[in-house]
């Protein structure tokens, strides 16, 4: 059964950082590339970072360049995803996703709360 599971997110102030990491199985993780999108209240889901499968490809959007990074870790079947410097319109669930362009398989999401 595939599962991606988040976690690292939580309540932190403005000017903060955050460690997300997402946990994968139920499928060859190495074979995908891995994406983290993110869903504030009121908006649509959007895409955040992403990351080919040996990590070689990278692409964020203009909202995380700078701030964010994303990497994995294949022996690990983990994606992570920093985030510095956070800002109230950083608050989001964000979601990790495998499979691009459009992701196959997400996970529940895990939420940022970013405070003034």
């Known amino acids: 059964q595939v599962q991606l599971v988040e976690s690292g997110g939580g309540l932190v102030q403005a000017g903060g950082s955050l460690r997300l990491s997402c946990a994968a199985s139920?499928?060859?993780?190495?074979?995908?590339?891995m994406n983290w999108f993110r869903q504030a209240p009121g908006k649509e889901r959007e895409f955040v970072a992403r990351?080919?499968?040996?990590?070689?490809?990278?692409a964020y959007a203009d909202s995380a360049k700078g701030r964010f990074t994303i990497s994995r870790d294949n022996t690990k079947n983990t994606v992570y995803l920093q985030l510095n410097s956070l800002i109230p319109e950083d608050t989001a669930v964000y979601y990790c996703?495998?499979?691009?362009?459009?992701?196959?398989?997400w996970g529940k999401g895990t939420l940022v709360t970013v405070s003034l």
């Open positions: 996703g495998a499979g691009s362009p459009t992701p196959r398989y």
């Open positions: 139920g499928f060859t993780f190495s074979g995908y590339y």
């Open positions: 990351i080919s499968s040996l990590g070689g490809i990278i």
